[in-house]
């Protein structure tokens, strides 16, 4: 069938028990391919296709979005991973 597929997917990665090293990732991917993610260790977006480079150029112009991509390290990764581990991990 005929269509496009656009999908966004968050990943919350870390591996220390106190989340110090949290990073949120961010993908973006059209038809399967990985255009575009943002990447909180780097505190930018980075381009993966032609399309993706020019959108990662205008969308590491808005700092207001920058900083509230960054922020989402904490509002959102380190609060679930919180709610999940004491759920999950913590009752091992």
């Known amino acids: 069938a005929d269509g496009y597929y ?3 997917m968050a990943e919350c990665v870390y591996s220390t028990i106190d989340y110090s090293d949290m990073v949120l ?3 973006y991917s059209f038809n ?3 255009e575009i993610q943002y990447n909180s260790s780097l505190g930018k977006y ?3 296709t ?3 480079v020019k959108q990662a150029e205008r969308l590491n112009k808005n700092q207001v979005d920058l900083q ?3 922020a989402q390290v904490d509002t959102f990764c380190r609060k679930n991973a919180q709610n999940h581990d004491s759920a999950i991990r913590d009752k091992a």
Do not use: I
Request: glycine share 12%; hydrophobic share 40%; net charge positive.
């Open 6 to 8: 656009l999908s966004m």
């Open 46 to 48: 980075v381009g993966y």
């Open 32 to 34: 399967k391919v990985m």
């Open 25 to 27: 990732l961010r993908s």
């Open 50 to 52: 032609e399309v993706g």
């Open 68 to 70: 509230q991509q960054k």
